[in-house]
């Protein structure tokens, strides 16, 4: 028997279509049926690479009596967090007002009118550590539903008050200015781990946008510690078991303060955004360890996430078989000496124990190590290495391997497009530049509607049914303007200043303060609103990175005022919790550099052009924009009247109204927009 999820396109609802719960997916109709039988809603969200929804499904959602008491008490509502965001965000917000945290999986009771009385996260089985059973939950509930209604609509009336007077209107109070940055630098320096790198303790979460922000920090003051900060962490996150040592890429975040056990999900968002990150990283400093991050994190992308239409996938679970038939955490990336002498036999495993770090008593569970690199390279003979770290590989293919979220996320893979079409220009590897393309061509064909508007998702070369939010309209276009930079192709520019012309009319309130949902989107009981970054930029920040950029190639000045004043936000929480505006405070630094736009005219294939466009894409100056084209092209607005120099290639740089002298001379380009001599 299977439920209503039997025909989502979500792989999370999927795997609980043959549940014995009646599940339903969120609809009008479910909250109709509740109100028909006089019931309340149990709505449980999740997402398919967390490990305690499987463990909540297995346990309770498979159980036929748990089931029985849910169908018949309650209507069930399924929800996928990373097709809903919206959702996720309104109740998540109420659960963490009420209980002081949150988490997935996430289980709240409404009442038919979609608000929130009861609520909770996991609950097991049986009664245990203080926690009621989650029959016991159901019970409880049942009962205050049919004995006590009258307190529960006010509790549930009480909530949605409490919420709607959250509502930000942190838009125009101008954008944040050198003290505020110099504040935020501080605040950041305060909260660094100098022993580890990055910041806080344990668990550690990888602070892509953190970084950004100190890159560019540095570019434009020459704060040495701003690039010490970046530069230590993300050495320190590349040796460690964060960072997978055969494959590339990285886990979710590290359990320990020191990087060493991840959680083992992969997810596409902090892929793309730590590509880009080193890739920028080597941009400043030529280190030689970021540019090998970035380029192996850039093929975990393409070799393990890229889906068969070409764009990329959600996550990679972080459980799989470990050969016994039971689905552990890590199994699929740990290792023990004796399966290294089996793989290596005893020299090269010996090698390969001192190099990765691995132990008898190992750094994981039952005496197995999460491979990391705790000394210093170049010690080691690289052929000998490469041949160690080939063969582990190839081992490693054979074993069960983790089970892939399939569903594509629009604003995931707007990020993937940005950081593939950069990485793919600075290493001269056009085949990245492709997989961007790609990516880029699934979203305008099967994403977007005639109007230009965004669904959320799709699967199978299919879309869903669910509406894009503000982060998916700002990391597309964001996608779109790095290949316009990269490719030279003005229809990219084009697609983002329509996608951004939605984010000016839905998703922008009177006083330049940004919605997560469009103006038209389904009302829930309350309008989701969030700039702060976390695991990836808020759709704030975002929007106002891609509507910076986008003003800057068109010289828009509607999309200059509304970056502007979506930065209002920026200059009231930058000082005060730096590490959770990240993306805002790199966005700030582009608004005080300029940020700088380059023209670069002459012919494609004149070597010169490509040297001076290769140049201007290696500037470090925060937020700078590129244009590449034939002279007299009207392919890109920053190409107009742009002619070539004494019949040479040039480059036109430009920044607050003025323009330097064009040149064709990449090395006085070089000193135009920071890049490394």
Known sequence: MSNRLVHETSPYLLQHADNPVDWWPWSAEAFEEARKRGVPVLLSVGYSSCHWCHVMAHESFEDSDTAALMNEHFVSVKVD???????????????????????????????????????????????????????????????????RRDEVAEVAGKIVRDLAGRELSYGGSGVPGEEELAQALLGLTREYDPMHGGFGGAPKFPPSMVIEFLLRHHARTGAEGALQMAADTCERMARGGIYDQLGGGFARYSVDREWVVPHFEKMLYDNA??????????????????????????????????????????????????????????????????QLREVLGDEDAELAAAYFGVTEEGTFEEGASVLQLPQAEGLVDAARLASVRARLFAAREQRPVPGRDDKVVAAWNGLAIAALAETGAFFDRPDLVEAAIGAADLLVRLHMDDHARLARTSKDGRAGSNAGVLEDYAD??????????????????????????????????????????????????????????NAAPSGWTAAAGALLSYAAQTGSEPHRVAAEGALGVVKVLGPRVPRFIGHGLAVAEAVLDGPREVAVVGSADDPATRELHRAALLGTAPGAVVAVGEPGSDELPLLADRPLVDGRAAAYVCRNFTCDAPTADVEGLRVAVGARP
């Open 476 to 533: 597309v276009a964001e996608g779109f303007l790095a290949l316009a930079s990269v490719t030279g192709e003005g229809v990219w520019l084009e697609f983002a200043g329509f996608l951004l012309d939605h984010v000016l009319v839905q998703f922008t309130g009177e006083n330049g303060e940004l919605y997560d949902t469009a103006a038209d989107a389904e009302q829930l009981i309350r309008r989701p609103q969030d700039p702060t970054d």
């Open 273 to 338: 955004l730590l590509c880009r990150v080193y890739a920028h990283l080597w941009r400043a400093t030529g280190s030689d360890l970021a540019r090998r991050v970035a380029l192996e994190t850039a093929d975990f992308m393409v070799r393990e996430l890229r889906t068969n239409e070409g764009g990329f996938a959600s996550a990679l679970d972080a459980d799989s078989d470990d050969g016994t038939g039971r689905h552990v955490e890590g199994a699929y990336y740990v290792w023990t000496p004796a």
């Open 81 to 147: 967090r990373e097709e809903r965001p919206d959702v996720d965000a309104v109740y998540m917000e109420a659960v963490q007002a009420a209980t002081g945290q949150g988490g997935w999986p996430m289980t709240v009771f409404l009442t038919p009118d979609a608000e929130p009385f009861y609520f909770g996260t996991y609950f097991p089985p049986a009664p245990r550590h203080g926690m009621p059973s989650f029959r016991q939950v159901l019970q409880g509930v049942q009962q205050a539903w049919v004995d």
